[in-house]
């Protein structure tokens, strides 16, 4: 959604209200971008506060730790 108000004020360089349709065009793109931004606001938040309720409730103990997770392969 961003990128689509980035490249609207690209391609149209200033003509946002020339006739009626591209009035209205305009208007669309602007109500998408902060559609946009408050969706990626409240995600990245939802997100932070899950992280964060994590660590809170003890789910997750450290974010690194030296046990060897891999596979291991015996002769």
Avoid at 40 to 63: E, H
Wanted: glycine share 10%; aromatic share 16%.
């Amino acid at each position: 959604m961003l990128l689509t108000a980035f490249a609207y004020r690209l391609l149209y360089k200033g003509r946002y209200f020339e006739s009626k349709l591209r009035g209205v065009e305009t208007v669309i793109n602007i109500v998408l971008l902060f559609v946009g931004l408050y969706i990626f606001g409240a995600g990245v938040t939802a997100s932070v506060q899950s992280i964060k309720n994590s660590y809170a409730t003890g789910a997750i103990k450290t974010p690194f730790s030296c046990v060897n997770s891999g596979f291991l392969f015996s002769r």
